[in-house]
């Protein structure tokens, strides 16, 4: 089991900015990547970034150059930096962290972008 849990949700202006946080712990297998998705309302939940054991990071073409996914492994966490953020950003976020056991998701943290 992996437990996951997202913060740093909320309301922001267009053109702001708001750093997501994903916190892990009890996982008896090691995490081979952590990967941010969002749902909007209607729409299927969709990847928005992912990084890999080692670092490698890969993007939706949608928030290339805007959004930045980084780990801090001392303290198992981590962050989306969401800047320059659009109304259509607006969405309930996810972590979801991948091991040889299986995907585990956490419950999700809102963000809206108001216009």
């Known amino acids: 089991q992996v437990q996951l849990v997202e913060s740093g949700g909320g309301l922001v202006q267009a053109g702001g900015s708001l750093r997501l946080s994903c916190a892990a712990s009890?996982?008896?297998?090691?995490?081979?990547?952590v990967g941010w998705y969002r749902q909007a309302p209607g729409n299927e939940r969709e990847l928005v970034a992912r990084i890999i054991r080692g670092g490698s990071t890969n993007y939706a073409d949608s928030v290339k150059g805007r959004f930045t996914i980084s780990s801090d492994n001392a303290k198992n966490t981590v962050y989306l930096q969401m800047n320059s953020l659009k109304s259509e950003a607006t969405a309930v976020y996810y972590c979801?962290?991948?091991?040889?056991?299986?995907?585990?998701w956490g419950q999700g943290t809102q963000v809206t972008v108001s216009s």
């Open positions: 979801k962290a991948d091991t040889i056991n299986g995907g585990y």
């Open positions: 009890g996982s008896r297998f090691r995490i081979n990547a």
